[in-house]
């Protein structure tokens, strides 16, 4: 069995002018896609072949980031169940004009699900657990999962009821 650990990935890339938004710093739209990229190889080598992107559970944005800046994204296997799987990534920059320590700019949960030649779900391997940090990830992960089926159970719900409000 794999651990956690053993599924984490590192892909770094420097940010460019054709990357900037409007205020002249690095569109979210771009941060988003080097850490669906990065969880999308985690999630592809786990399954042992393809995965897609099922939801992009949590993405928070702490600081900007700027043209110039080293732009790391490290992401590793939180959780998996029968076909789906959670990655958990974490965005971090080394500014282009100091020497100072990395400093974290975004993190997100992403949800893939692994697929056959027919594009069908496939079952993907247990994940092994051995540390006590990779256990917590693994029970966090199970709580964003619960949340998510709760709510898209609820939305369900409200819509059969024909509710117009």
Request: proline letters at 4%.
């Amino acid at each position: 069995m794999t651990t956690p650990s053993e599924t984490r990935v590192n892909l770094s890339e420097i940010m460019r002018a054709t990357e900037a938004n409007l205020l002249g710093t690095v569109h979210g739209g771009n941060i988003m896609k080097a850490v669906d990229s990065c969880a999308g190889v985690v999630a592809n080598r786990y399954a042992g072949g393809p995965a897609v992107t099922a939801a992009l559970d949590e993405m928070s944005f702490l600081t900007p980031v700027r043209v110039g800046d080293i732009l790391h994204t490290s992401a590793q296997l939180n959780w998996a169940g029968r076909s789906s799987m959670e990655v958990g990534v974490r965005v971090e920059v080394d500014r282009w004009d100091t020497h100072t320590d990395r400093v974290h700019v975004a993190s997100a949960y992403l949800v893939f699900v692994a697929v056959d030649e027919h594009g069908k779900s496939k079952a993907v391997p247990p994940l092994d657990l051995e540390t006590p940090e990779e256990k917590r990830r693994f029970r966090e992960a199970e709580i964003r999962r619960e949340h998510r089926l709760a709510s898209r159970a609820a939305i369900e719900a409200l819509r059969a009821e024909g509710d117009d409000a």
